[in-house]
């Protein structure tokens, strides 16, 4: 027997571990079988020596156990008189990946056109029920504005919750510093705000045109915070979303103007909304930015950025409601009964409720369609892409214009649409197109 087996023999039957690891056991070379107390009944306890190709000592890790045994020797291999260095296993050649089959492709596809569908008809109800929604609460737009942000509080930290247990949202995103989310909140408040109050003020048809300077601001504070730099196509369809905004609203004659009568401090309102707005999602973009850095390349659930940011956001709406409903007149020790009296006319009970009619259908309806809304957003990106959902998102601006001029329930007097605004809306919609697309000036071929 070899020196080395046979001191491995003795330290065996003494007790004595010669090596406590091994490196690939599966690799291991059935050499030994103990029998416990010469029982053949007990089935046996393997031995194996493991083979170390860095060492000079080829046969150099035992496993056994400290106890009586035994020693059986079976299929002794013979072992070179020279050591050599055995090459590791190749590992297995990789699986080619199969393409999806043609059902699969067609189900794909069969998604993206019922995802999407379902997105415009939500995007246009959407904008529909906003206005419907703040006529029956046009004297307590902040009492919507703060139960519509509780709304999306309690969903949010609810899934959150759930992608907590499952693992996705780790204890490292969500000790993630909270003075972004604070300030995202504060912009995201004052945007929601400021939008509801001036929306009550605004005709319809006004509203979704107004909304479109969001992606002006967009790109601006996106230069501005994150030094982005953005192609030819951008600028050109952020200049035409700005004329089709100008000419659908300033254009024609003094009666034919859509905002004719409307004080400007409203239309200036609702693009403040949307400035305030564009800014917090630089910022969340900003955070995406930063969590994969802190997060050494992982990238932060997105469902802790909106869980603090509605948080947040539910916060400093709550707060801003006093200074709010004094700039309309009501001192702050009238404050709890303006609160009561939104209640009231939201659930449109008790005898002050003049003026509510519609309530709480509207409201309501507008607060679930909102956020089945985000949810379709979100689901449409998931099978396709940003492109298709943001062409899903922008052909509603046409239709939900054209709804709104309409006579609707509670809107008896619908809105006339002059030339000049039917213009301007099809200058915005081509420059949305300009802005969500890019032709290269010389497309790649596949034959050479």
């Given at each position: 027997?070899?020196?080395?087996?046979?001191?491995?023999?003795?330290?065996?039957?003494?007790?004595?571990?010669?090596?406590?690891?091994?490196?690939?056991?599966?690799?291991?070379?059935?050499?030994?079988?103990?029998?416990?107390?010469?029982?053949?009944?007990?089935?046996?306890?393997?031995?194996?020596?493991?083979?170390?190709?860095?060492?000079?000592?080829?046969?150099?890790?035992?496993?056994?156990?400290?106890?009586?045994?035994?020693?059986?020797?079976?299929?002794?291999?013979?072992?070179?008189?020279?050591?050599?260095?055995?090459p590791p296993p190749r590992p297995?050649?990789?699986?080619?990946?199969?393409?999806?089959?043609?059902?699969?492709?067609?189900?794909?596809?069969?998604?993206?056109?019922?995802?999407?569908?379902?997105?415009?008809?939500?995007?246009?109800?959407?904008?529909?029920?906003?206005?419907?929604?703040?006529?029956?609460?046009?004297?307590?737009?902040?009492?919507?504005?703060q139960l519509t942000t509780f709304?999306?509080?309690?969903?949010?930290?609810?899934?959150?919750?759930?992608?907590?247990?499952?693992?996705?949202?780790?204890?490292?995103?969500?000790?993630?510093?909270?003075?972004?989310?604070?300030?995202?909140?504060?912009?995201?408040?004052?945007?929601?705000?400021?939008?509801?109050?001036?929306?009550?003020?605004?005709?319809?048809?006004?509203?979704?045109?107004?909304?479109?300077?969001?992606?002006?601001?967009?790109?601006?504070?996106?230069?501005?915070?994150?030094?982005?730099?953005?192609?030819?196509?951008?600028?050109?369809?952020?200049?035409?979303?700005?004329?089709?905004?100008?000419?659908?609203?300033?254009?024609?004659?003094?009666?034919?103007?859509?905002?004719?009568?409307?004080?400007?401090?409203?239309?200036?309102?609702?693009?403040?909304?949307?400035?305030?707005?564009?800014?917090?999602?630089?910022?969340?973009?900003?955070?995406?930015?930063?969590?994969?850095?802190?997060?050494?390349?992982?990238?932060?659930?997105?469902?802790?950025?909106?869980?603090?940011?509605s948080g947040f956001q539910a916060?400093?709406?709550?707060?801003?409601?006093?200074?709010?409903?004094?700039?309309?007149?009501?001192?702050?020790?009238?404050?709890?009964?303006?609160?009561?009296?939104?209640?009231?006319?939201?659930?449109?009970?008790?005898?002050?409720?003049?003026?509510?009619?519609?309530?709480?259908?509207?409201?309501?309806?507008?607060?679930?369609?909102?956020?089945?809304?985000?949810?379709?957003?979100?689901?449409?990106?998931?099978?396709?892409?940003?492109?298709?959902?943001?062409?899903?998102?922008?052909?509603?601006?046409?239709?939900?214009?054209?709804?709104?001029?309409?006579?609707?329930?509670?809107?008896?007097?619908?809105?006339?649409?002059?030339?000049?605004?039917?213009?301007?809306?099809?200058?915005?919609?081509?420059?949305?197109?300009?802005?969500?697309?890019?032709?290269?000036?010389?497309?790649?071929?596949?034959?050479?």
């Open positions: 027997m070899d020196h080395r087996l046979g001191s491995a023999a003795t330290a065996a039957s003494s007790g004595h571990l010669i090596v406590n690891s091994a490196t690939k056991p599966s690799t291991s070379t059935l050499l030994f079988q103990f029998h416990p107390n010469f029982n053949i009944k007990t089935p046996p306890l393997k031995l194996s020596i493991f083979s170390n190709p860095s060492s000079a000592n080829h046969f150099n890790k035992i496993y056994y156990y400290n106890t009586p045994y035994r020693l059986q020797l079976r299929h002794f291999p013979p072992i070179a008189a020279t050591d050599q260095t055995y297995p050649p990789p699986q080619k990946q199969q393409r999806p089959s043609k059902s699969d492709a067609n189900k794909r596809k069969l998604s993206i056109v019922v995802c999407s569908a379902v997105t415009v008809s939500l995007a246009i109800a959407n904008r529909v029920l906003y206005k419907l929604a703040l006529v029956p609460m046009k004297e307590f737009p902040f009492f919507l504005a709304g999306y509080v309690a969903i949010y930290f609810s899934i959150l919750f759930m992608r907590y247990r499952a693992g996705v949202a780790t204890d490292e995103m969500l000790s993630f510093p909270k003075i972004p989310f604070i300030i995202i909140g504060l912009l995201e408040a004052l945007g929601v705000v400021s939008g509801m109050y001036s929306g009550a003020m605004l005709p319809g048809p006004a509203i979704p045109i107004l909304n479109q300077t969001f992606l002006l601001w967009q790109l601006a504070f996106s230069m501005l915070i994150l030094g982005r730099t953005y192609s030819l196509n951008r600028f050109a369809g952020s200049f035409l979303v700005a004329a089709g905004v100008v000419l659908a609203v300033t254009s024609g004659s003094e009666h034919d103007q859509l905002l004719s009568g409307v004080e400007f401090v409203w239309p200036a309102m609702m693009i403040a909304s949307s400035a305030f707005q564009a800014v917090a999602s630089v910022l969340k973009e900003s955070v995406f930015l930063d969590a994969a850095t802190r997060l050494k390349g992982k990238l932060i659930d997105i469902f802790v950025v909106n869980s603090f940011g916060l400093f709406v709550l707060l801003f409601l006093p200074f709010l409903s004094n700039l309309k007149g009501i001192p702050l020790s009238e404050f709890p009964s303006y609160l009561k009296s939104g209640a009231a006319c939201f659930f449109n009970i008790g005898a002050n409720t003049t003026g509510c009619d519609g309530s709480p259908t509207l409201p309501l309806l507008y607060i679930i369609t909102n956020i089945a809304f985000n949810i379709s957003v979100l689901n449409l990106l998931k099978y396709s892409s940003a492109v298709v959902s943001s062409l899903a998102v922008m052909s509603s601006v046409p239709i939900s214009i054209y709804i709104l001029s309409l006579p609707l329930p509670y809107l008896s007097e619908g809105a006339n649409l002059s030339p000049f605004f039917v213009l301007g809306s099809a200058v915005l919609m081509v420059g949305l197109i300009v802005y969500n697309f890019s032709w290269p000036l010389k497309q790649d071929s596949d034959i050479s």
